[in-house]
């Protein structure tokens, strides 16, 4: 079985946010799989991966684009260094940027991407058995070899869509209609949601199934779903709730060689202690008092609109009985709010923007992850924190509530019900006297270490999909 997955992020390419951790992983442990041949194919940029591996030049070609000629060119990574094939598609003008989003062409750009893969695809006369589209980024291509005529030697491969992040549909005015390949008219309506193109929307009328990246997501999609919620019950019987997994190779605390302190379960609380020690340290922050940290994006769907008031309140509150760290970007006022508080509170540390080593240390390192998010699809960062034996303090939405089970029910981690700051200071407050019982947080952290969140239990889960 020839998988090919289409994305506009893949880790260690590109990263934004979990999408490019799930296209960097769940490809390798599908080829583990016996009869399997998963590759990735996303746009090229202007980065570092690019120029520190060989790639070849395997296609280069035209597409029209409207009135504009575009050349295609597709580049595979020569030693397949990542564990599968990638090709990377670049097209003067659109896909050759430093970033994969941001611009205000984006419309245009994820048209070329799709319509320049699908014509490689054609011309090549390269035929998978799926093409597994991620996103809205990729949405319109099970309608587009359904279609246009331009595709018909793909006609027939059947197509899954993966929703990542529903909050992000790429809706745009018909007048982009111009700039795709030519379709039969008359199916107008598969591309159409309320008047306007939606990629997401279409992606789930035309894929022959389509998946959420945890089954508690799939169910808060039917009752809210920014406008799309009749449309995915209609769709129910092609719906399946698939847990994303986390790569154990990347994600080993035993191995892991951006720590300081490697450790396992049997010496975790001696080592955890050292690298909390060095980070304190370096940060001016008090090693004996509990650390909570909170890692990602600066968005209102993270929660992070909450945390300048939550590091005040819980220090004044707490008579600054705790540290907090945070690590993210991406909200001027946000930043701007605890940049004052970074230079008010010593109980308090911020670093902005995105740093992979130093989110690994802070997971081996804090005693606690906080994640007060409005949406989560699926959380890996819940995940990552388990397994670096890091208490998760979470919200009971989505994928958090299929992976996090709270402490008063037999569970390793701390849930509240609202996104607001109220309640997370309650879970704070629950997690200061976990921390006080050090028997029971040493117990804590080994418990946390012995969840298997490995990518191999869902990676068979999706063969077994696609073999339906």
Not at 67 to 85: P, Y
Not at 162 to 184: C, K, L, R, V
Request: charged letters at 20%; proline letters at 4%; aromatic letters at 14%.
């Amino acid at each position: 079985m020839i998988v090919y997955h289409l994305s506009t992020e893949c880790y260690p390419v590109a990263k934004v946010g979990g999408l490019a951790d799930v296209v960097g992983s769940l490809p390798k442990y599908q080829n583990k799989i016996e009869g399997v041949e998963a590759k990735v194919v996303m746009p090229w940029y202007n980065k570092a991966f690019f120029y520190d591996h060989e790639f070849d030049i395997v296609f280069d070609g035209f597409i029209h684009q409207g009135s504009n000629m575009l050349q295609v060119q597709v580049m595979k990574e020569k030693a397949d260094i990542l564990g599968f094939e990638l090709y990377m598609v670049k097209i003067p003008g659109l896909l050759d940027r430093d970033n994969p989003y941001g611009y205000q062409d984006e419309s245009f750009q994820f048209l070329a991407f799709q319509h320049g893969v699908l014509h490689w695809l054609s011309a090549m006369q390269i035929r998978p058995d799926i093409l597994h589209c991620h996103d809205y980024h990729t949405g319109l291509v099970p309608f587009m070899i359904e279609n246009c005529p331009e595709f018909s030697f793909l006609k027939g491969v059947k197509t899954i869509g993966t929703i990542h992040n529903g909050e992000y549909q790429g809706m745009m005015s018909w007048n982009m209609a111009h700039y795709m390949p030519s379709f039969d008219a008359w199916k107008w309506g598969l591309l159409d949601w309320n008047g306007f193109i939606n990629p997401l929307a279409s992606m789930i009328k035309c894929s022959d199934a389509f998946t959420t990246v945890s089954e508690g997501y799939l169910e808060e999609l039917y009752i809210a779903f920014r406008g799309l919620e009749s449309l995915v019950r209609q769709e129910f019987g092609k719906a399946y709730g698939i847990i994303n997994g986390i790569d154990a190779e990347v994600w080993n605390p035993e191995t892991d060689p951006m720590l300081d302190f490697n450790f396992n379960i049997k010496n975790a609380v001696k080592q955890k202690k050292k690298n909390k020690e060095k980070l304190c340290k370096e940060y001016g922050l008090r090693p004996d008092l509990p650390l909570f940290a909170f890692i990602g994006r600066f968005a209102t769907e993270k929660g992070a609109d909450l945390l300048p008031e939550m590091v005040w309140r819980s220090i004044k509150q707490s008579y600054g009985a705790l540290n907090i760290m945070i690590l993210g970007s991406g909200n001027t006022y946000i930043e701007n709010k605890l940049k004052e508080y970074n230079y008010t509170y010593s109980n308090f540390a911020l670093d902005l923007g995105y740093k992979e080593h130093l989110s690994h240390k802070i997971y081996a390192s804090a005693d606690f992850l906080l994640m007060p998010s409005r949406v989560e699809p699926c959380g890996l960062n819940q995940m990552y924190s388990m397994r670096y034996g890091t208490v998760p303090v979470v919200r009971y939405t989505g994928g958090l509530r299929d992976t996090v089970e709270d402490v008063s029910t037999g569970g390793a981690g701390l849930n509240f019900t609202y996104p607001g700051v109220d309640d997370i200071i309650h879970a704070i407050n629950r997690g200061i006297g976990l921390y006080n019982q050090k028997d029971v947080m040493e117990n804590l952290i080994r418990a946390n270490m012995q969840f298997d969140f490995a990518w191999e239990k869902s990676a068979e889960k999706y063969i077994d999909l696609y073999n339906k």
